[in-house]
């Protein structure tokens, strides 16, 4: 049950541990199930028939856009013949999204028609009639000189920061990007501010290039964390292995504290109570972009390792795994984004917090989102019906038990609410929670990061590194 | 075929012959429609079954929303002991177009849930699964003081300026009216000066009231023109009245044109080619609010009256009415409304234009809207999908035929393009548009409109009354 996959750490970690308890290589699939895929690393488009009882991908299969791997020196050679567009870091996130199909069945980057059924309908409709949820716009913008570059040529080669060939793009459609109404319909404002506007929108060309994507290698990061990107194709797989009959997705990108170990401990009892036999936790951080005042993957990944350490969450029935996605803040908007990637993982149930992918108003005195919208837009989207949706239950420090309870109503005298800021700013201050709201390990992380960023503020060192 | 509703004229017109060969009171509905209404003016709320070859309501039936006659005076009572909120004259023409079930299943101002699928996915799913078109939040907004005076109680009294009770909302709803989130979801821009948001939003209460609606008396305007406002119901008998087997609606704000009256013959030519025996025109102009610098309702009847009596569309085959919906001017998201309501309306079949319900941008020097973003929006929007969609042949003016023909772009030299802005210059400035773009008569009334702003705004009278 040991991590093969080939590591590159360009910083030392102490994550290990994790891998080997919390996940696992697919070894063999139970022959029931008709999925042929295997940790190759190099997989080529393909279709993934429903496999066992794991809920089925949107549109019935999970769409791969990789270029098979006896292809992939031709491809790059086409590719360098063929006008060139540099991706960004987060078009490059949107690249590893896409290829491994957490946007299935979305083939590439959006053309107009899926662009605009995602801004107005937050949902696109598939040949067939049906309709599958979509309600991010995953895009890729570029501008007039770039746009007079490829010409009337029907492909272009993404490539990075160095001109290697990362995919191709073809059967392209470029149409106008229209930022303002983009940023109104997918946040509900244009208030300056917008974390993923200013780093991604703002500055980015006025046209938009959609078409089919192939990539000729999977996308890596060399950071220590690949072996914890698992695509959906291999989640389900690994989900098939351990037998699964319910899988339960939880979306982070914070520390993990007790209260949310309770929720995921109390929402497999009663999921074990509806009946079913084996409930499997994914327990999936989102590992692109994020705001700078959030904290770094790095060091999440470190701190819930700690807390998984702790025992709080068994090994057996959770999954870690880092989901890719760059994040939006886009509340309502990107909450069903999240649920909707989890069900092409194998999800079939989601649990859901108030005020999910929110963020404070930039502008204003107030959540930018009212904090109940998210949970009630997710039960309510269109192509997400085959979805299970569990309200996260509120829990709290309660004093009498010195230790993280769901709040009862009925003695309010008794709880503690420990908000993220509130949590931030004792970390900031190298001071102590309360006992029982943080496995200790985990909060010590936290105390190391806000250190390391105080250091970096002083001038002592110039980047945070994990220790 | 006479119109025998009772008039209340409070300006002269002359627009009697348009009631009389344009549309007219359903006499005998054919044995094979089992719709038992008629205009009685006063009919209780029912259930329309589908009748004869027309379109289906939304929902599978229409939801009229009026007090039977018979215990109007008992609701007009309980009306007086409820907490009252008093209605503006936009709130007004919403509970008209409630009433008579244009935004049918809809029952009522919508609570939250109906809100929230509006604004993020234009539609709304119903109890049984299926999915009707919504896109324009039809919502009534309170402030903190009217909300204080609601109190504990369940249900409301709708009352005019005088305070006379128009309607009763029951089972009420009282949730947040996020302004600014609103405005970007529905309009795609939060620039300041978008027409229906400066009149109704801006200085609108913080606090939405949803809830089931009934309407006492049938809403009225007393402006000579209610006998051109035909429900729903009453259009449908109508088209069944006149064995339509296919009808197709054209909504308009503007003064028509030969190059529309070439459209919708045109249309009509087609419909009959696809092997429809009798397709009917419903020539919708828009009745309720429009921004200062549209042509007002009363000089746009007269001019459709005008341009009618000319001939060029066939009285048989054209009923003419008004829509009283107020206008958005949210391109892309409000087209989806004014076709949905057609389809409560009978008809099946939905002539789009360019950049419908568009407009320029109020801060920047372009169109609000991309032009071709209405059409595409309209063919892919979720329950609309029974709808036939008739995108708009560009007419323009042919100096070899000297009139308005459809545009041939083997020959563009022979053809003139006049603007709604080039159109209007022209009738402000009393000259003439060349021969054939529009009836004389119609232009003659344009000019009048002109001329008595002109009038107005030299103070030499105070309002322009039609003559």
Excluded at 153 to 168: G, K, Q, R
Excluded at 174 to 182: S, T
Excluded at 427 to 456: I, Q, R, T
């Amino acid at each position: 049950m040991a991590a093969t996959s080939s590591l590159s750490l360009k910083t030392p970690t102490k994550i290990q541990s994790l891998t080997k308890t919390h996940y696992a290589i697919p070894l063999n699939l139970p022959f029931s199930c008709r999925s042929k895929s295997k940790r190759t690393g190099s997989i080529g488009s393909r279709t993934r028939i429903r496999c066992g009882l794991l809920i089925e991908p949107d549109g019935g299969k999970l769409v791969e856009l990789f270029v098979e791997e006896s292809q992939r020196e031709l491809k790059r050679e086409d590719a360098l013949k063929l006008p060139k567009i540099k991706l960004t870091k987060i078009d490059l996130e949107w690249v590893h999204v896409l290829s491994e199909g957490w946007a299935s069945p979305l083939k590439g980057f959006m053309r107009e028609d899926e662009f605009l059924q995602t801004l107005h309908f937050n949902s696109i409709r598939l040949e067939d009639g049906s309709v599958v949820n979509m309600s991010v716009p995953i895009v890729l913008a570029i501008d007039d000189s770039q746009k007079n570059l490829i010409g009337g040529s029907s492909s272009v080669a993404l490539v990075d920061d160095e001109n290697n060939p990362i995919a191709i793009l073809s059967d392209i459609e470029i149409y106008k990007h229209n930022k303002e109404e983009r940023i109104a319909r997918t946040w509900g404002t244009t208030a300056p501010g917008l974390p993923y506007v200013d780093e991604a929108i703002t500055h980015s060309g006025n046209w938009l290039i959609g078409g089919d994507l192939k990539v000729i290698d999977p996308v890596k990061y060399n950071d220590g964390l690949d072996r914890f990107r698992l695509s959906p194709a291999e989640l389900r797989d690994e989900f098939t292995r351990r037998n699964a009959d319910a899988v339960f997705a939880f979306q982070l990108r914070n520390p993990v504290h007790n209260g949310h170990a309770l929720l995921m401990t109390d929402t497999r009892r009663r999921l074990l109570e509806m009946g079913y036999k084996n409930p499997v936790l994914l327990l999936h951080p989102l590992g692109g972009y994020t705001k700078a005042d959030d904290v770094p993957l790095h060091w999440r990944m470190k701190q819930h390792e700690k807390v998984l350490e702790d025992g709080v969450l068994d090994p057996e029935t959770t999954v870690v795994s880092i989901f890719p996605s760059p994040m939006h803040y886009a509340g309502p908007t990107e909450v069903q984004w999240h649920a909707k990637a989890r069900i092409n993982a194998g999800a079939n149930f989601y649990i859901v917090g108030r005020d999910p992918a929110g963020m404070s108003h930039p502008l204003e005195k107030r959540d930018l989102y009212d904090a109940d919208h998210g949970k009630k837009v997710l039960s309510m989207a269109p192509g997400l019906e085959r979805l299970n949706i569990l309200p996260f239950r509120v829990a709290a420090y309660d004093k009498t038990k010195n230790g993280m309870a769901f709040f009862d109503p009925s003695r309010p005298q008794d709880f503690i609410f420990i908000s993220g800021t509130k949590m931030r700013t004792l970390a900031k201050n190298n001071e102590n929670p309360p006992d029982g709201f943080m496995c200790p390990g985990g909060w010590k992380v936290l105390v190391e990061y806000y250190d390391s960023l105080a250091a970096a503020e002083n001038g002592r060192v110039a980047e945070p590194v994990p220790s």
